[in-house]
């Protein structure tokens, strides 16, 4: 069983370890417990967060307001909450 998502009813939870910096946005494996993804934005005034999560919202083809930052704000270790997407998390990584 992964450990880098937990699903309960129509809610996602992910465990992430996010990078930014990088020169474009992508999906890097798994690091770990966690799901690893390269951030084309700077740790800047919440830009990373913000690019984190249109991304998600992107591919979970989902609207932005389904996708919550839970915990780590201000760290690479994060848990982000997706509601309402019909798309396995397992496939992220084919």
Same mark, same amino acid.
């Given at each position: 069983m992964?450990l880098w998502?937990? +699903?309960?009813?129509?809610? +996602?939870? @992910? +465990?992430l370890?996010?990078?930014p910096?990088?020169?474009?946005t992508? @999906?890097a494996g798994l690091? !770990? =417990?966690a799901?690893? $993804?390269?951030?084309?934005a700077?740790p +800047?005034e !919440?830009?990373?967060?913000?690019?984190?999560?249109?991304y998600?919202a992107d $591919?979970?083809e989902v609207p932005?307001?389904?996708v919550?930052?839970?915990? !780590?704000?201000?760290?690479?270790?994060?848990r982000?909450?997706v509601?309402?997407?019909? $798309?396995n998390p =397992?496939s992220l990584l084919?």
């Open positions: 992964p998502y937990v +699903i309960n009813c129509d809610c +996602i939870t @992910l +465990i370890h996010v990078q910096g990088a020169k474009q992508s @999906l690091h !770990g =417990d799901l690893k $993804i390269r951030l084309a700077p +800047i !919440g830009r990373a967060n913000e690019v984190l999560l249109r998600l $591919i979970f932005l307001r389904d919550t930052l839970k915990q !780590g704000e201000q760290s690479r270790q994060k982000v909450e509601k309402g997407s019909q $798309i =397992d084919n």
